[in-house]
């Protein structure tokens, strides 16, 4: 079994993004990285090829800046790099995501019991959405609890905005991928970083998507679906976690928003009935 990752980054320095520890997370269980860098305005290149390890695979890219629909950019710079990976999975991962080394074996596990099943197409992966500091997590149909990180890449599949898969089964139409969780979970810290971070992630991406910049406050969030970790971080993060303690208070003020009530009213069922409302890329089989 040959196991590829792949990512892509640009302005991974000044944008706040953890993407050296991010590659460095799953470099041990995987036998090529792809990273394709875009044409940046900080060290992002310098810095990924300090890692100095020939495991990685290095691609320049400029990308399309005319093109700002509803962040098909990210698709494009995401299949940049899938296209070159050469192994049986595809492993990709984002900027702002790292892996816990003790769930290492297990990933590799799961990769090599659904390598010869046709049936399974992608593997998926539980997350903690880490907000405001390393301390809070965020649990709420409106953040996605789970997601489709590992793809076989003898399959036709395209990723329409970066955010996930879809198969081609013919040329007209795509379907989510068929896929067993790993059991695993992806620690995700985007939503950690500084807001002054944020924002200047905000004023540089939101171009793609075809809107303005929003202006972000971590005030502004529900408190209600803000929670404790109690967990431990991977030990290739901890030099970059904010330090400060205890949960993340949102503003005592806040009145959530329709969409954030419709959430409140999803997490009563969910309860109830203990079934998972959140949206989902993949078909669990």
Sequence with gaps: MKVSAFTFIKNGQILGYPFI??????????DEFIVNVGDSDDDTLELVKSIKDKKIRIIQSNWNDVMRDRGYVYGQQKMISQ???????????EGDEVYHERDLKQIRKSMQMHLTNPNVEAL???FYHFYGNA???LNSPGWY??????????????APDGLFWLVLDS?????????KNTGVTCYHYGWARSEKQMNLKSEKVQMYWGGEPAVIDYSQMDQSIIKRFHGTHPSVIKDWLPKENGLYQADKGYKPSKKQKKHRVMIILEKFFGIDLSKKHFKII
């Design 21 to 30: 520890e991010s590659i460095k997370s799953i470099l041990p269980i995987v």
């Design 83 to 93: 296209f070159n990976c050469s192994g049986d999975w595809a492993f990709y991962i």
């Design 124 to 126: 998926v992966f539980n």
């Design 135 to 137: 301390n809070s997590i």
């Design 145 to 158: 609890r789970s997601e489709a990180r590992i793809i076989k890449n003898s399959i036709r599949t395209y």
């Design 171 to 179: 040329n007209k139409k795509g379907r989510y991928p068929k896929a």
